[in-house]
DNA sequence: GACGCGCGTTGCGGATCGCGGAACATCGCA
DNA sequence: TGCGATGTTCCGCGATCCGCAACGCGCGTC
């Protein structure tokens, strides 16, 4: 899901990317293997390789010989992560967030096609803690995705609502023409909310978060299990999920309009 | 600090694993900077962006029109944590010291010069969080750091000792021969402390993790305030920390060995 | 043990791709 | 308006990196 080819660019850059991508999605990777997925010569790959585990970004493993993904991302990565001013000013509010709903809080972004979480805060309710951290969901099934799917251009969500949706569990939505009613909801009502559509037994709520200039750039959600998280109870917590997504959205300088509509 | 140069391999892709580290390290960077810093043309710095950009591991501040690391990194980073099995294993047992302990836990491996964080579960007890993962700090002044030079081979130790350690706080230990000291108590009792040498204010103590050949690749550290985590109470975490670096071992496939030293 | 098969790593020569220079557009500033 | 700095695009040339092939290695089979 979700390959999109090899772009324009610098091409042995592109393609050292792209090689990331393919060891991120399939776990590990061997060198003939690579070559065959990037299209090269084993030579090639090997050499491509090397180099990437020489700067840290990949590594073997000492038994299997073959690559994973490095500890040198990692640290790339948390260097973009303080880096963005987005995650400095809201990690705060999420841990206040996280307290007063004591479930479990995610940021996220689009990315693709897709909404990727840069910063997670784990709710001591929470039973079993999985770090979605970096993790990249479809948009049409999450909370955080719908927000953003809202607030997206009508070019843009033409696009997405062109190609076919992903039924993730039996509760997710597919239908093209339901999903925008939904999405007109959220925009009418200020936040969204899935009900066991990504997985079951897990609902979730979320709120946009917006920037200086009133774009929606991000999205705050608020998940738990479907049993502590009702349809009857998702009203209140989300009321709570959009007063933060306001507290974030005002450290990065939004102020709020008094136009009806934006 | 760690301009580890130019080193073999593809050109152009070495050149955009450095170019991405000077962009972590200064925070943003513009086209003719990043041509300087990299001595090529401002042409070739600018094609090197855009692909990078093109490819989602830089963006472009709308506003200042430089470039900044982005959320690509943190997707590939994401699964680069749930690829090494360390973490997910490390995981669990992590949330249980930190509920027990109620202080802030970290799990560190060796990255150049430094140690980088690689996982963090935040104690109940800790006052403001700030996020380590992915951070890199130095091996002499933290209590991870410690316990990897510990087990370093004597040739790497000797390496390492003879360039300048950095004073981090007045506390930080400098002298190579004091800290040569301290290892060998670290590899007698099994764990090591620092007190306030990395920030002042913040104590640590750490314990090894060992792979299933037994090399200690990995360390597992508890943190918290200098008032909380006072000289006389270390022992006792280190206690627990110590019992939870065994027990990531054991996950990693490590026994124990009933020779007396190893 | 010989053989075939798959993996990964090195030389090597030659085509390709990317580099550097230059020109151009833009912006801020005096 | 001129100046300096930044960033992008075009073009020609040459270093670089690709594909080939050969090699070493491990594994299973005949």
């Given at each position: 899901?979700?390959?999109?080819?090899?772009?324009?660019g610098?091409?042995?850059?592109?393609?050292?990317?792209?090689?990331?991508?393919?060891?991120?999605?399939a776990?590990?990777?061997?060198?003939s293997?690579?070559?065959?997925?990037?299209?090269?010569?084993?030579?090639?790959?090997?050499?491509?390789?090397?180099?990437?585990?020489?700067?840290?970004?990949?590594?073997?493993?000492p038994?299997s010989?073959?690559?994973?993904?490095?500890?040198?991302?990692?640290?790339?990565?948390g260097?973009?992560?303080t880096?963005?001013?987005l995650?400095?000013?809201?990690?705060?509010i999420?841990?206040?967030?996280?307290?007063?709903?004591?479930?479990?809080?995610?940021?996220?972004?689009?990315?693709?096609?897709?909404?990727?979480?840069?910063?997670?805060?784990?709710?001591?309710r929470?039973?079993?803690?999985?770090?979605?951290?970096?993790?990249?969901?479809?948009?049409h099934?999450?909370?955080?995705?719908?927000?953003?799917?809202?607030?997206m251009?009508d070019?843009?969500?033409?696009?997405?609502?062109?190609m076919?949706?992903?039924?993730?569990?039996?509760?997710?939505?597919?239908?093209?023409t339901?999903?925008?009613?939904?999405?007109d909801?959220?925009?009418r009502?200020?936040?969204?909310?899935?009900?066991e559509?990504?997985?079951?037994?897990?609902?979730?709520?979320?709120?946009p978060?917006?920037?200086?200039d009133?774009?929606?750039?991000a999205?705050?959600?608020?998940?738990?299990?479907?049993?502590?998280?009702?349809?009857?109870?998702?009203?209140?917590i989300?009321?709570?999920?959009?007063?933060?997504?306001?507290?974030?959205?005002?450290?990065?300088?939004?102020?709020e309009?008094?136009?009806?509509?934006?």
């Open positions: 899901m979700g390959n999109d080819d090899d772009a324009g610098l091409r042995s850059v592109s393609r050292a990317v792209r090689a990331l991508e393919l060891i991120a999605e776990g590990d990777m061997g060198v293997e690579l070559g065959r997925k990037l299209d090269v010569h084993k030579a090639t790959a090997s050499r491509l390789l090397a180099t990437l585990a020489d700067r840290g970004l990949v590594e073997r493993d038994f010989e073959r690559y994973r993904l490095g500890f040198g991302l990692i640290r790339l990565a260097a973009a992560m880096g963005l001013d995650v400095r000013s809201a990690r705060p999420l841990e206040e967030l996280a307290e007063r709903t004591r479930e479990t809080v995610n940021i996220g972004v689009p990315s693709g096609d897709g909404v990727v979480y840069i910063d997670q805060v784990t709710g001591s929470a039973i079993v803690s999985v770090n979605w951290v970096g993790q990249r969901t479809p948009l099934c999450t909370s955080n995705g719908k927000v953003l799917l809202a607030h251009d070019r843009e969500l033409d696009d997405y609502l062109s076919p949706l992903a039924r993730m569990t039996p509760r997710s939505i597919v239908d093209p339901q999903l925008r009613a939904q999405l909801e959220v925009r009502r200020g936040w969204a909310q899935t009900l559509e990504l997985e079951e037994g897990l609902n979730a709520v979320a709120a978060v917006r920037q200086s009133g774009r929606v750039t999205a705050l959600s608020v998940s738990g299990p479907a049993f502590r998280m009702r349809p009857v109870d998702l009203p209140r989300a009321l709570l999920a959009t007063e933060s997504a306001l507290a974030v959205s005002r450290r990065m300088g939004y102020v309009r008094r136009f009806a509509t934006g």
